[in-house]
């Protein structure tokens, strides 16, 4: 594993997330933040409009590899957790989304050509639900406009403190961070991060992304480590830190 960044509160390691993972202590962090691909399988080439074809595969590409057989994407994201678990002392706040699966683009369906992540979550201690109201932010379809995603509260917390009296229902619209396809929003990482940690605690994110768990970790004085897999994300989550010393030690 790889260190490509490192300051006095965190470590942005460059490789891949089991890896990483395996090499943490057991009980090392305080608890993990993270969202992972979703394996939405995208593909353009037979939508009918070629427009809307061409805009959306240039799009995609942009991505991470996002097309894994549903078995075999659900039995890593099991394994990822397993390993959270293992190295995290409190909760695990696992971000996804219900995703249907009818059209032949989709590499394996199930019987209700719906995959939830309750399907390879279900055999881990599940505390909360938390459902993300992305504000009705999303794309027009043929279905009733999706503009939810959840998050899974994975184990007890050890610490808990909630002044804002927040449930479990969390109007927030998704950011639009620059360099990355689908970012974290800071509120939605606060109210994770500042009922659960103390000033000091360690927070991780095994899939780095834009790097908001560690803006938001630096911006409440609590330590955090970050894996990302594409150096180009690597790169834009240091000039995201580096670049908003306003915003960090508040």
């Known amino acids: ?8 509160n965190g470590i942005l390691y460059f490789g891949d997330c089991l890896e990483v993972l395996n090499n943490l202590d057991r009980n090392s962090i305080e ?13 353009y080439s037979n939508y009918s409009n070629t427009d809307i074809s061409t805009q959306m595969t240039r799009k995609y590409d942009e991505w991470y590899f996002d097309e894994l057989p549903e078995w075999t994407y659900q039995g890593w994201q099991q394994t990822v957790v397993h390993e959270l678990l293992r ?21 394996f369906r199930n019987e209700s050509n719906m995959h939830h992540p309750v ?22 379809s043929r279905r009733y406009h999706i503009s939810d995603e959840r ?18 229902i969390w109007r927030i619209p998704p950011s639009k961070n620059e360099g990355h396809v689908c970012s974290f929003p800071e509120k939605l990482v606060e109210n994770c991060i500042l009922p659960t940690t ?25 330590k955090w480590i970050l894996i990302e897999n594409k150096e180009e994300y690597c790169r834009n989550i240091v000039k995201r830190i580096e670049n908003t010393p306003k915003e960090l030690n508040i």
């Open 31 to 43: 608890i993990a933040v993270t969202s992972p691909p979703y394996n939405l399988c995208k593909r």
């Open 198 to 222: 103390n000033e000091g605690d360690v927070v991780i994110d095994p899939f780095g992304g834009s790097g908001t768990v560690a803006i938001v970790a630096e911006k409440f004085k609590r």
């Open 1 to 8: 594993m790889l260190k490509y960044y490192e300051n006095e």
């Open 119 to 140: 399907h390879w979550l279900s055999k881990f201690p599940i505390w909360c639900e938390i459902i993300w109201d992305r504000c009705g932010i999303g794309k027009p």
């Open 151 to 168: 998050i899974y509260q994975i184990q007890k917390p050890v610490k808990w403190s909630n002044p804002e009296g927040l449930n479990n």
């Open 87 to 107: 190295i995290c002392k409190s909760s695990i706040f696992y971000n996804h989304k219900v995703r249907y699966a009818w059209h032949n683009r989709n590499i």
